[in-house]
């Protein structure tokens, strides 16, 4: 069974900015980037799932 987690996602960089977050804090996760993105003043932070096996 597939385990899906959370990062949030540098659009510019491609990195992680975070930890990892869980199916569960998902809404965290999104509510962090936000932040993130108002702070910035651009769209360039996103809550993006990553599928474990």
């Known amino acids: ?3 899906t987690t959370y990062q949030i996602i ?3 960089t491609g990195n ?3 930890s990892v977050y869980s199916y569960a804090q ?3 996760a999104r509510n ?3 932040r993130l993105n108002l702070e ?3 769209h360039r932070y ?7 096996a």
């Not at 996103?46 to 474990?52: E, I, V």
């Open 16 to 18: 992680a900015v975070s």
């Open 40 to 42: 910035y003043g651009a």
């Open 26 to 28: 998902r809404n965290r």
């Open 1 to 3: 069974m597939e385990k």
């Open 46 to 52: 996103a809550a993006q799932p990553t599928f474990n």
């Open 32 to 34: 962090r980037a936000e």
């Open 10 to 12: 540098d659009l510019k």
